[in-house]
T-cell receptor, first 117, second 113 residues
Framework: GAVVSQHPSRVICKSGTSVKIECRSLDFQATTMFWYRQFPKQSLMLMATSNEGSKATYEQGVEKDKFLINHASLTLSTLTVTSAHPEDSSFYIC?????????????FGPGTRLTVT | GDSVTQMEGPVTLSEEAFLTINCTYTATGYPSLFWYVQYPGEGLQLLLKATKADDKGSNKGFEATYRKETTSFHLEKGSVQVSDSAVYFCALSLTNTGNQFYFGTGTSLTVIP
């Protein structure tokens, strides 16, 4: 149980285009979903927190107009990287938390490798 | 600021060898500490946790003790197996930052038969 999937697992796009990454909780309802990014040899950095039906809360330094997050249902959140540039190339990881549980009860997706050429 | 530093990898060990992965932290408050494991092609999974000083977290033969005096949370296992090959992440969470997680950079472990 408690499986989180991400799609796609890898994506290559051209500079200036937009890319959408999906995060799904397969066997539970996720009240809260988190989006992280990880650069090579660096830590996972929290980008934003989204609660179903509400606007996402972005961490300091994360451009909300560039990284659009939608959490329209209890099992799906999407991250859209708009007008992607090579510096957006990174590993994006989502996690999901069932309602009422502590933050550390997060279930992570396998990640999406984005390469912008 | 709040952060986690863990030893760089990769680490390669023979089966049944003793494992230590060092992790130290810096925190302004009283953090909870965690080890996550990521097996190839899978998402991060919580391996163990400790929520206060001197607590010992344990799971699947892995152990880590929350040492406030040395601000450390080193991961240990007495006898590793090939199936333990994965990337291990140390992390902390602080209630005064809304339980935001701060992760280390991850340590890749390969266990050879």
């Amino acid at each position: 149980g408690a499986v989180v999937s991400q799609h796609p697992s890898r994506v290559i796009c051209k500079s200036g285009t937009s890319v959408k990454i999906e995060c799904r909780s397969l066997d539970f309802q996720a009240t809260t979903m988190f989006w992280y990014r990880q650069f090579p040899k660096q830590s996972l950095m929290l980008m934003a927190t989204s609660n179903e039906g509400s606007k996402a809360t972005y961490e300091q330094g994360v451009e909300k107009d560039k990284f659009l997050i939608n959490h329209a249902s209890l099992t799906l959140s999407t991250l859209t990287v708009t007008s992607a540039h090579p510096e957006d190339s990174s590993f994006y990881i989502c996690s999901a938390r069932p309602g009422g549980l502590p933050t550390y009860e997060q279930y992570f997706g396998p990640g999406t490798r984005l390469t912008v050429t | 600021g709040d952060s986690v530093t863990q030893m760089e990898g990769p680490v390669t060990l023979s089966e049944e060898a003793f494992l230590t992965i060092n992790c130290t932290y810096t925190a302004t408050g009283y953090p909870s500490l965690f080890w996550y494991v990521q097996y190839p092609g899978e998402g991060l999974q919580l391996l163990l946790k400790a929520t206060k000083a001197d607590d010992k977290g344990s799971n699947k033969g892995f152990e880590a003790t929350y040492r406030k005096e040395t601000t450390s949370f080193h991961l240990e296992k007495g006898s590793v197996q090939v199936s333990d090959s994965a990337v291990y992440f140390c992390a902390l969470s602080l209630t005064n930052t809304g339980n935001q997680f701060y992760f280390g950079t991850g340590t890749s472990l390969t266990v050879i038969p």
